[in-house]
C-alpha cells in the first residue's frame, strides 16, 4: 500500500483545550501540525506523550502532532498559522510573532471568540493590526465547537471565513477530516461576532440556570438572544444570513445548553451567588464573554443597538442586579404591546428564529450542504 505524501505543515500558537483540540482536527486532517506551548513542560508533553492532561484529560493526539515553547521552531516552513490564545493577550503575543512572519505570506486563522476589552476590536483587526498584513491573508474560525466534544471525535462543523475566498477556501480543506466538516463565507464580521455574542449570551443562561429558573426562561432569552445578535451584527456590516448560520444559531445553540461550555460555567457560578472576582478565580481557563461585556455594550450604544439580555449581564458582573432578578427578555420601554422583530427591520413576526429554523431545514434536506450564506 502506497504511503500517501505527507501533509502541509502548520503552526497552532496557543496549547488550551481548543488550540490542542484544533492541532487535533488538523492532524487527523493529514496536517503536520507543531503546537506552540508557553510552558515547557506541556510541549513536551504533548511532543512525547502525545497528551495534554491538563487541558484534555483522557484524550490520545495524534503521531503527527508535535510541540515545542520556542515560536520560532513552531513556525519555521508552517504553511498556514491558526491562533488560540486568550482574546486579551493577542496584540502582546502577535508583538513577538510579527518578526518571524514578516517575510512569510501565510494563511493566519483566528481560533478566538472575542474582543479587545480596550479597543473593541475584532481578533481579525487586531490581527491586522500587529503584524501589518494584508487582510485577504487572515481568516477565522467560528461555531458550535465544544473543545472536549471534538476531540472525542463527535461529529460537527464549523464556517471558515475570509475576506478571501481563496484564502477561506485553503484554510478549509486543511481544518476538515471525517468528524469535522468545514463551510466557508466571506462574511468575517458575521463570522467573529457571532462568536463573541453567543457568548454572552451563554452567560445570561448560565445565570438563570444557577438561580434555577427552567427551559421556558432560558429558551426564551436564548430566542431573543438571536435577534439581539443579528440586530448588533447587522449593524456592525454583517449579513444577518450568517447568525442564522452555525457561527450565530448554531454556536449559541451549542454554549448556551452544554456544561461543558465555559461562558455557560461562569454565568451558572455567578445565578449561585458568586462575585465576578470568585468566578475568575475558579475558573481555570479563561472564559471570554464576562470579558466581552463591556467593549460590546460600548458599540452596541454607538451603532443605537439595544442590547437588554447584555446589559443586564453587565448589571450582575457589576453587583448592581441581584441574581434572580435576571429576566431581560421582559424588559420594556412600556406596556405598549411590541411585535417579534429585529430592530435592523430584516425579520418580523420572529423573522430571524423562523428564518433560522427554515435554513436548517434546508441544509438536512440537502444532504448536509449549506445555504449561500455558509457553503462548503
Request: charged share 20%.
Amino acid at each position: 500500500m502506497p504511503i500517501p505524501p505527507p501533509g502541509p505543515r502548520v503552526a497552532v500558537i496557543g496549547a488550551g483545550s481548543w488550540g490542542t483540540t484544533f492541532g487535533k482536527i488538523l492532524a487527523d486532517g493529514g496536517a503536520q501540525v507543531v503546537m506552540w506551548a508557553r510552558r515547557q513542560e506541556l510541549a513536551h508533553e504533548i511532543d512525547e506523550a502525545k497528551r495534554n492532561s491538563r487541558y484534555l484529560s483522557g484524550i490520545n493526539l495524534p503521531r503527527t502532532m508535535g510541540a515545542t515553547h520556542h515560536l520560532a521552531e513552531a513556525l519555521d516552513g508552517a504553511e498556514q498559522v491558526f491562533l488560540s490564545v486568550p482574546s486579551q493577550s493577542l496584540r502582546e503575543n502577535l508583538k513577538a510573532l510579527r518578526p518571524l512572519l514578516a517575510d512569510v505570506d501565510v494563511p493566519v486563522v483566528s481560533l478566538m471568540k472575542g474582543v479587545e476589552r480596550r479597543t473593541g476590536l475584532r481578533m481579525s483587526q487586531v490581527i491586522e493590526q500587529e503584524l501589518q498584513c494584508d487582510p485577504d491573508r487572515i481568516a477565522v474560525a467560528s461555531g458550535p465547537n465544544l473543545a472536549l466534544e471534538i476531540a472525542r471525535e463527535q461529529p460537527t462543523a464549523a464556517v471558515i471565513a475570509s475576506n478571501s475566498q481563496e484564502t477561506a477556501d485553503a484554510v478549509a480543506r486543511t481544518a476538515r477530516n471525517s468528524y469535522f466538516r468545514t463551510f466557508v463565507n466571506t462574511d468575517v464580521i458575521g463570522t467573529e461576532f457571532g462568536g463573541v455574542l453567543k457568548n454572552l449570551i451563554a452567560v445570561a443562561i448560565g445565570i438563570v440556570d444557577g438561580v434555577g429558573y427552567g427551559e421556558n426562561t432560558k429558551a426564551s432569552i436564548i430566542t431573543r438572544g438571536l435577534v439581539e445578535m443579528t440586530d448588533f451584527a447587522v449593524a456592525n456590516g454583517a449579513h444577518p444570513e450568517t447568525l442564522q448560520g452555525l457561527a450565530g444559531l448554531g454556536d449559541l445553540i451549542a454554549t448556551c445548553q452544554s456544561p461543558l461550555s465555559r461562558n455557560n460555567t461562569a454565568g451558572r457560578l455567578l445565578g449561585q451567588g458568586y462575585s465576578y472576582q470568585d468566578v475568575v478565580k475558579q475558573m481555570q481557563q479563561t472564559a471570554e464573554g464576562l470579558a466581552s461585556v463591556a467593549p460590546v455594550l460600548q458599540l452596541a450604544r454607538a451603532a443605537g443597538v439595544e442590547m437588554p439580555i447584555v446589559e443586564q449581564v453587565k448589571m450582575v458582573l457589576d453587583g448592581a442586579m441581584d441574581p434572580r432578578d435576571i429576566a431581560p427578555h421582559l424588559t420594556t420601554d412600556d406596556d405598549t404591546p411590541q411585535g417579534e422583530r429585529t430592530q435592523n427591520g430584516q425579520a418580523g413576526g420572529g423573522g430571524a428564529l423562523r428564518r433560522a429554523l427554515q435554513r436548517a431545514l434546508d441544509q438536512f434536506r440537502n444532504g448536509g450542504r449549506g445555504a449561500a450564506g455558509d457553503r462548503p
